[in-house]
């Protein structure tokens, strides 16, 4: 195990613990395969699935495993017209699983995200019974203030540049606190509880995934 194998190790154990400690349903998952492995234990086959921009889910293969296998995904990718995203994102709250990630999270479990149309942030906050958020252990920060200044300061501008999104922090690579009209931060969220106990899990990955 190298060094920040060993760090991510550490981090990844104590914030799943923190996070069991505020009602999530939380794991840690040394690496990728096993993040994956534990994501298809915990998703029934048959369930009705959907998720929101997230290069985690992605990353360690869960969007390619589902699309495979004997579910019912409900791709985004797939909405041509802003009328068939719209209609995507409504669903988004009656299919049995959401999937995402976190811009941030703080070491004793506060999760933070940023948005800009909501449609995100409200599905999980009070979409699907079941939410899964798979977050690598490169987004723990020390506490909440520091984990928001990493949503807004490394997760949006690497964002807006990866969709093309033309806000100041992808010029100057730092939040300009914008009211641009397609600021990516219109939805600051803090997750600090699960509400009810268990509906959102989380597994928080020991390597260097999303953004
Ligand atoms: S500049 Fe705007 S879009 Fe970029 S991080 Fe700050 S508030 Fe968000």
């Known amino acids: 195990m190298t060094p920040k194998q060993r760090l991510y190790d550490i ?24 993040a994956l492995k534990k994501a298809l234990e915990l998703i029934d086959n048959g369930s009705s699935i959907t998720w929101g921009g997230s290069a985690s889910i992605d990353e360690i293969g869960l969007c390619e ?45 506060i999760i933070v995200n940023i948005d800009g149309t909501g449609n995100r942030v409200a599905a ?27 949503a807004r300061n490394i997760a949006a501008p690497v964002n807006a540049a990866r969709f093309g999104i033309d806000t100041p922090c992808q010029k100057t690579g730092r939040c300009m606190d914008c009211l641009h009209e397609k600021c990516i931060c219109s939805y600051v969220t803090l997750t600090r509880k699960c509400k009810p106990a268990g509906r959102i899990k989380v597994i928080i990955v020991g390597e260097d995934i999303g953004f």
Not at 11 to 34: I, P, V
Not at 124 to 129: A, F, K, L, T, V
């Open 11 to 34: 981090l990844g154990r104590n914030t799943a613990e923190a996070l069991s400690k505020r009602d999530f349903e939380a794991y840690y998952a040394c690496d990728k395969a096993a």
């Open 65 to 109: 495993a589902l699309s495979a296998g004997d579910y019912d995904v409900i791709d985004r990718s797939g909405a041509l017209t802003e009328e068939e995203k719209k209609a995507v994102y409504r669903k988004a709250f009656t299919v049995d699983w959401y999937l995402g990630s976190a811009n941030a999270i703080s070491a004793d479990g």
């Open 124 to 150: 999980m906050m009070y979409g699907p019974d079941n939410v899964l958020l798979i977050i690598g252990a490169n987004k723990i920060e020390p506490d909440e203030d520091s984990a928001l200044i990493r």
